[in-house]
């Protein structure tokens, strides 16, 4: 059984579902009674049976009541598609059990009676009560209910067992044994025009802290995976940063130049401008630019690793020979409905298990077009990029701007400047009936640097800033002019 020792003393177990112990800060508090509420088909029985497995796996025994219609062949049969289910723990370890019986004819008595002498019988240190709105149609008052839940519960400490109620009607009021339970998780679906998203939230949790607010969960052939919002998670960074003034070449030396010396160590780089001006292409300078001693990560949304491997041998980069030998992944997920916490569990888990030392996020609109929730962009990235920060990261990200020539410019998302560090500017200019690439450094936090509009290219060599000004007048219109 996995403990964890809080400050408090209490101990923890794990609920054995990824990334709930997080939002829990531990787990579970051993011997407590929890209530998990949620509509048909929240996945209220499959998380119950992963937390009972994981459970088992650490060396638990298990009681499984139903008060429910469905049988227990059909549910097994269910249960086996799951990666966590074991056949060998049946019914030794595990035991499923039928309870309507003796709540139909001996009423919470009766039922608590049965829930005792199995526990007892068993060994049990987990009890769940599956269909739990049952046990309060049942009760002839209000009195009754409530001597019930404090009789359970009262067991259920001096046992050592911690107890799991599963019930529909997460809105329904508030009944009188919410105060009673020492935490209420709910489950729920929430409908964003087209798409729907399942959340987890924490109601109640006694004793403990918690990750507030409602975090995303899917259901596969594992069983329910968590993702906690990333801005509660690391509200604070993990760790404490540890500065360095070192540059990283960015894999182009001209532009490197304009920068001051490359991009600084630990740190955020957006380059943004329109379609077609070339930030995949610098993505792919900076990924295949890194020391053999420095693990590098493309992040990517809007190419395959076959397009983006073909583009980097037309540039002459060595990404291929990189990503042969093992110094440089590509993670690519297409831009379609992905779910937006769990990009950034993908994105971190990838940048520890690399080692990572430079990472290319291509581009920040496949992260923002997978939240319905614009508000949550700016608060996301603060957290995300302070932790790549703490982690010794140095991140370029790209973003795509709407516009291709004209003068006004938007900036990708909001309060980008209290974001990063650096920001550069691809756009195209118009002159002579022929389009021309042109980069500005807007940013360099720390650093000095050219602020001069240069003209660059892309060829077989690569990217290339030009060394001299581009000389020209009304650049910043996208349309531009010979000076007079």
């Given amino acids: 059984m996995t403990l964890e020792a809080q400050d408090n003393e209490l101990a923890r177990l794990s609920s054995g579902v990824p990334g709930l112990d997080k939002i829990l800060q531990g787990g579970f508090l051993e011997g407590g009674i929890y209530i998990i509420q949620g509509d048909p088909g929240s996945g209220k029985t499959i998380f119950a049976n992963q937390v009972c497995f994981s459970h088992l796996a650490a060396g638990g025994r298990a009681v499984y009541a139903t008060l429910l219609s469905e049988s227990h062949s059909r549910l097994l049969q269910q249960l086996r598609t799951m990666a966590f289910f074991d056949e060998t723990a049946l019914p030794d370890r ?11 004819d001996k009423g919470l008595s ?48 001096s046992a050592g067992c911690t107890v799991f109620l599963l019930t529909n009607g997460a809105n ?22 087209a798409r729907s998203e399942r959340e987890l939230e924490v109601m109640k949790l006694r004793a403990s802290g918690y990750l507030g607010g409602r975090h995303a969960y899917d259901i596969g052939s594992r069983g329910l995976t968590v993702y906690p919002r990333l801005e509660a998670h690391f509200s604070r960074p ?3 940063e540890e500065f360095s003034a070192e540059r990283l070449s960015t894999g182009v030396p001209s532009l490197d130049t304009l920068m ?22 610098l993505g792919l300078h900076w990924a295949a630019s890194g020391p053999a001693d420095e693990p590098t ?8 690793p076959p397009r983006l491997l073909h583009k980097a041998d037309t540039l002459g980069l060595p990404l291929r020979e990189r990503v042969e030998k093992g110094l440089t992944e590509i993670l690519w997920q297409p831009a379609t409905e992905q779910n937006f916490d769990e990009l950034g569990v993908r994105l971190l888990d990838a940048v520890d ?37 703490v982690r ?12 291709v020539t004209s003068a006004p410019v938007e900036m990708p998302i909001d309060n980008i400047s209290s974001l990063v560090e650096n920001l550069l500017f691809f756009r195209f200019v118009e002159l002579h009936s022929e389009l021309r690439r042109l980069v500005s450094v807007i940013k360099m936090r720390d650093g000095d640097f050219d602020a001069t509009l240069r003209e660059f290219k892309i060829s077989a060599e690569g990217l290339q800033v030009m060394s001299s000004r581009f000389s020209a007048e009304g650049l910043m219109t996208g349309i531009a002019h010979e000076p007079r």
């Fill in 94 to 104: 595990m035991v499923y059990l039928s309870a309507l019986n003796a709540l139909e």
């Fill in 110 to 157: 009766g039922l608590l009676d049965l829930l005792r002498r199995e526990i007892i019988a068993r060994s049990a240190t987990m009890l769940i009560v599956d269909g739990f709105l049952a046990v309060e149609a049942s009760s002839s008052s209000e009195r009754e209910f409530k001597k019930f839940v404090h009789e359970l519960q009262s067991h259920a400490i």
């Fill in 172 to 193: 329904r009021p508030a009944r009188p044994e919410r105060t009673m339970v020492d935490g209420i998780l709910t489950l729920s679906r929430r409908d964003y025009e």
């Fill in 238 to 240: 993990s760790r404490n």
């Fill in 260 to 281: 001051g010396g490359g991009i600084p160590g630990s740190s955020t780089t957006v380059v943004f401008g329109a379609p077609g001006t070339g930030k995949t292409t």
């Fill in 297 to 304: 990560l493309f992040f990517g949304f809007f190419e395959s």
């Fill in 353 to 389: 298990r690399l080692g990572a030392r430079r990472v290319v996020v291509d581009g920040l609109g496949g992260f923002t077009g997978s939240t319905p929730s614009s508000s949550r962009i700016s608060p996301y990235f603060a957290a995300l990029s302070n932790e790549l920060r």
């Fill in 392 to 403: 010794g990261l140095a991140t370029l990200y790209t973003a795509e701007s709407r516009q």
